[in-house]
């Protein structure tokens, strides 16, 4: 009787072995092949531009508050438009949980997510990303959206003369 079910395994096995070998194979040769991951998989970090080719990134410091293992450092400036942009901008991948709450917390979309898989290095310091590591050429994920044209204030055209904005008026016109 053990004998007759272990013949039975043996063929069982055999049995699978052979449904399988016909099979395309699944595996990916990683890293010269690569699987197109999701739109909101949570890659590597990248800064954004505004469709003008602008820096989206007003160093509002919202992700560096958001971010819970408090790697993302930087220090704001201000343009001669009055545009206020970052001077430096750093995020210590080492510590990076790749969480997604900096690019939850950016009003201007400029910090975002990408689909890249992260490129581990051996050295910690090569973690270290800068700005101009972080910085790409493109708007990223929302190719229409401008924070400046929304809430710009007077730099990327006059006052009230927004998308769904009103003309500013003198409080003082409605004193008696
Ligand atoms: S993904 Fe998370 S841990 Fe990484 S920088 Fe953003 S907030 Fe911080
Ligand atoms: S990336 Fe976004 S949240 Fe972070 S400082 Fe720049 S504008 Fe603010």
Redesign the pocket.
Known sequence: MSILTDIKEIFTGLSITLRHIFRKPVTVQFPEERRPMPERFRGS?VLTRDPDGAERCVACYL?SG????D??SMAAAEGENGRRYAAWFR?NFSR????????EACPTLAIQMSPEMFNCRRQVIDMVYEKEDLLIDGTGKDPDYNFYRHAGIGVVQPRGSGDGEQAPFDPRSLMP
Request: with cysteine; proline share 6%.
């Open positions: 970090i992700c958001a971010c819970p293992v790697c993302i995020i990076c949980i790749l969480c997604g709450l900096c690019a």
